[in-house]
């Protein structure tokens, strides 16, 4: 299996490189500007691991990431869109021109860059009538946010083109998953949980915030072929902290 993950020098897709990994995969992940963790990451793994710098917003260098892709990989069977940013926009205070700026880049990272991505890489599966996509939301997608609307409305769309490719692209040999998780420990939350902590476990009937492996592991286990007739779905994954 050949994956390419975006995001992956950190955080969930950290997690998910390693998870992939062990499992078989040769992986290339993208980073933007933590370069010493990818390469950490590559160390540690050694073969069939792969990082690649990418800013998600630049979407005219996107052709270059996929074309790079097959040339190390050979072939791309899975993409997970990871990556992903937020930074608090809230509805009162800031002004106008902070509140569009936050909106524009969070969903060109967010959004348009995995939209964009996909639609490169599935010209790609179409050929061979095989691919997955894994598109990382969030619990934000179903619930929205409180000082993150931009956020929690990018990841509803990129929730909802996951639907989409599961509906238009199945018989074409694409199918698409997506995965929801609630608050976990990552660098991106540490400053909400650092602030929030308490409340946030309140709010968790299991009493703890996730760990990164427990969402990469979940990943993993999607982008197998072990869970090709999940087509559509979405996975929540949050403790049991937002049930629909």
């Given at each position: 299996?050949?994956?390419?993950?975006?995001?992956?020098?950190?955080?969930?897709?950290?997690?998910?490189?390693?998870?992939?990994?062990?499992?078989?995969?040769?992986?290339?992940?993208?980073?933007?500007?933590?370069?010493?963790?990818?390469?950490?990451?590559?160390?540690?793994?050694?073969?069939?691991?792969?990082?690649?710098?990418?800013?998600?917003?630049n979407?005219?260098?996107?052709?270059?990431?996929?074309?790079t892709?097959?040339?190390?990989?050979?072939s791309?069977?899975?993409?997970?869109?990871?990556?992903?940013?937020?930074?608090?926009?809230?509805?009162?205070?800031?002004?106008?021109?902070?509140?569009?700026?936050?909106?524009?880049?969070?969903?060109?990272?967010?959004?348009?860059?995995?939209?964009n991505?996909?639609?490169?890489?599935?010209?790609?599966?179409?050929?061979?009538?095989?691919?997955?996509?894994?598109?990382?939301?969030?619990?934000?997608?179903?619930?929205?946010?409180?000082?993150?609307?931009?956020?929690?409305?990018?990841?509803?769309a990129?929730?909802?083109?996951?639907?989409?490719?599961?509906?238009?692209?199945?018989?074409?040999?694409?199918?698409?998953?997506?995965?929801?998780?609630?608050?976990?420990?990552?660098?991106?939350?540490?400053?909400?949980?650092?602030?929030?902590?308490?409340?946030?476990?309140?709010?968790?009937?299991?009493g703890?915030?996730?760990?990164?492996?427990?969402?990469?592991?979940?990943?993993?286990?999607?982008?197998?072929?072990?869970?090709?007739?999940?087509?559509?779905?979405?996975?929540?994954v949050n403790?049991?902290?937002?049930?629909?």
């Amino acid at each position: 299996m050949n994956v390419l993950l975006t995001g992956g020098s950190r955080g969930i897709g950290r997690a998910a490189v390693r998870a992939l990994h062990a499992a078989g995969a040769t992986v290339l992940f993208t980073y933007n500007r933590e370069s010493e963790q990818a390469r950490s990451l590559c160390d540690e793994l050694g073969s069939r691991a792969f990082a690649e710098r990418c800013d998600m917003a630049n979407h005219d260098a996107l052709p270059s990431l996929v074309d790079t892709a097959l040339e190390r990989l050979g072939s791309i069977d899975v993409l997970v869109n990871n990556a992903g940013i937020y930074t608090e926009n809230p509805f009162f205070g800031n002004d106008y021109a902070s509140w569009r700026a936050g909106w524009q880049h969070t969903f060109d990272v967010n959004l348009f860059g995995a939209a964009n991505l996909t639609f490169l890489v599935m010209q790609h599966m179409r050929t061979r009538k095989h691919g997955k996509i894994v598109n990382v939301v969030s619990r934000s997608s179903h619930r929205g946010e409180l000082t993150y609307a931009d956020y929690a409305a990018s990841k509803a769309a990129l929730n909802n083109l996951t639907k989409s490719i599961a509906r238009s692209c199945a018989s074409d040999g694409i199918i698409a998953i997506s995965i929801a998780p609630g608050f976990i420990e990552t660098d991106m939350a540490a400053e909400a949980l650092e602030e929030y902590g308490a409340s946030v476990k309140a709010e968790i009937p299991m009493g703890y915030v996730g760990t990164p492996g427990e969402v990469a592991s979940i990943i993993a286990f999607f982008a197998s072929d072990a869970a090709k007739y999940a087509n559509g779905a979405t996975i929540d994954v949050n403790g049991g902290s937002y049930v629909r």
